[in-house]
């Protein structure tokens, strides 16, 4: 079963940059559709950036030309470039994967970024 870890998230001043990995194990990455998705307090779970298993992606309207999602499939991980970040940017991130069915297997436990001067 695939099991997920997110890091890479921290506190940074407006307009710095992060970057987030989602490294999985116990079964390659590169099979499904990851999602990275942000929950800020008292508000829904929303989604980021999401890259298929050819490499395709979209990206919310709210993050798009600032971050980035790519996919290692040797190092079996993916990331969120972030950049020009923002205080709305504020949130837990948490990274996911989707099988072919577009069914969700995993959730990772999520990674805090705070945007703040």
């Known amino acids: 079963q695939v099991q997920l870890v997110e890091s890479g998230g921290d506190l940074v001043q407006p307009g710095g940059s992060l970057k987030l990995s989602c490294a999985a194990s116990g079964s390659s990455i590169s099979i499904y559709v990851v999602g990275w998705y942000r929950q800020a307090p008292g508000r829904q779970r929303e989604l980021v950036a999401r890259i298929a298993r050819d490499g395709s992606t979209n990206y919310a309207d709210s993050v798009k030309g600032r971050f980035t999602i790519s996919r290692d499939n040797a190092e079996n991980t993916v990331y969120l470039q972030m950049n020009s970040l923002k205080p709305d940017d504020t949130a837990a991130y948490y990274c996911?994967?989707?099988?072919?069915?577009?069914?969700?297997?995993?959730w990772g436990q999520g990674t805090q970024v705070t945007v703040s001067s």
């Open positions: 996911n994967v989707a099988n072919v069915l577009g069914i969700v297997v995993k």
